[in-house]
């Protein structure tokens, strides 16, 4: 008799890799977020020459994904995250020699494109790579390191600009994402994963209709983050709160601290047990932001932002993933991340306009009533999903009842 070997190691060098490299990317991703509008501006650009230069970022990595998969039916996943991040790479260091706004876009453009390609190839090869039946522990491992990466990156950034230059700061990056890549290169794949590639649609997709709903879950997460990016630090101005760096770092160290336990749950429960209280944590978080007047009032939000943006995120992404089959991992992920990413370009400029229109208090209500409308939906699918069962339960009931007839 024939025995199949099911494989519940986790921590795999290969793991461990992917893990760090994506940590790093995101280090360095998150290290420009700050500066580069500085050296926009060192360029003699002004305010919408910024905007330009984030969202052309953005619409590079959109357009870029509906093709991953007819790439990946043609080469191996690993290959091609390694070029990916290679463009990356050179595209960090070729921003020093920017000498105006104009060849500043084309570098932006293609960095957009690498941007794009990695993220999707990373989750799909981390979702490859884990246990499947440990895969929302391993996501979750997975969005630990890059939260890390996240609250470390633009302190990082600011710092190398005060005490050195541009120069130094993106040579530095290309000299992390190189190492990056190097890491990437060394992933090891199993035979499996690989013939999974060849079977992988050879067309590109536009859309995965199947991850549909948790995409438009985390298009609405991904609104509302969109405002705390943008617009907190000018809401603590007008709040007279000056620690932001510290709220930003509680939020990283909450959801930190949230993913390590909330894969488990997610294996172990499914989706309802982390998306039910993650949403009401986040609305929690914002409403609180609304009425804080104290520094105690934010750090409150603070926590409660990492609880429900650090649970939620891993958990709709490894739903996602689990909605496919194996082969179809990178148009999900394709879809789930350009929603995702649409979300936060979309909210930056819907909550900008309420902000402009009344102020950036009230983008935090408008924010917590997107936080509700996610939560009702989702609820309202689980009373459907709960319907369709019994009905179908009923029915084959009445079939077994006829048959003993």
Request: hydrophobic share 55%; net charge positive; glycine share 10%.
């Amino acid at each position: 008799m024939n025995s199949t070997k099911v494989n519940h190691k986790m921590w795999s060098l290969s793991f461990i890799f992917i893990v760090v490299s994506n940590a790093l990317v995101f280090m360095i991703f998150e290290m420009l977020l700050p500066t580069l509008p500085l050296f926009v501006k060192n360029l003699g650009g002004g305010a919408s020459q910024v905007g330009l230069v984030t969202g052309i970022f953005m619409l590079s990595a959109i357009l870029i994904r509906p093709f991953s998969g007819l790439l990946a039916s043609k080469m191996d996943k690993k290959f091609l995250l390694t070029f990916g991040i290679m463009i990356n790479a050179l595209a960090t260091g070729a921003y020093y020699l920017s000498n105006d706004i104009s060849m500043l876009l084309i570098i932006r453009l293609i960095h957009g494109a690498g941007f794009g390609l990695i993220t999707t190839y990373f989750a799909t090869l981390a979702a490859e790579i884990v246990p499947k039946q440990r895969r929302g522990e391993g996501i979750g491992y997975f969005g630990a390191g890059e939260t890390v990466a996240i609250s470390v990156g633009p302190m990082l950034g600011t710092m190398t600009l005060e005490l050195y230059d541009f120069q130094r700061l993106f040579l530095g990056g290309l000299a992390v994402l190189l190492l990056a890549a190097v890491m990437a290169f060394l992933i090891k794949r199993a035979p499996e994963g690989k013939q999974l590639d060849k079977e992988t649609e050879v067309k590109m997709k536009l859309l995965e209709k199947r991850v549909l709903f948790p995409a438009i879950l985390i298009l609405l997460v991904g609104i509302a983050a969109g405002g705390i990016m943008s617009f907190f630090s000018l809401y603590a101005i007008e709040k007279n709160f000056s620690q932001v760096g510290l709220f930003f770092f509680v939020i990283a160290a909450a959801s930190f601290f949230i993913r390590l336990i909330s894969g488990k749950l997610f294996d172990r429960y499914g989706p309802p047990i982390i998306l039910i209280p993650g949403s009401i944590f986040s609305i929690i978080a914002l409403s609180t932001l609304y009425i804080a007047t104290t520094d105690f009032a934010f750090f409150t939000a603070a926590v409660f932002y990492g609880f429900g943006f650090g649970s939620l995120l891993p958990a709709l992404k490894t739903w996602a993933i689990n909605l496919v089959d194996e082969h179809e991992h990178v148009h999900a992920m394709a879809t789930f991340f350009n929603f995702f990413d649409i979300g936060i370009g979309g909210g930056s400029l819907i909550l900008g306009l309420v902000a402009a229109a009344t102020s950036y208090q009230v983008t935090y209500i408008v924010a917590t009533f997107i936080y509700i409308l996610m939560f009702m939906m989702y609820v309202g699918y689980l009373v459907l999903k709960k319907q369709q069962s019994n009905k179908l339960y009923k029915l084959n009931e009445r079939k077994s009842g006829k048959a003993c007839v």
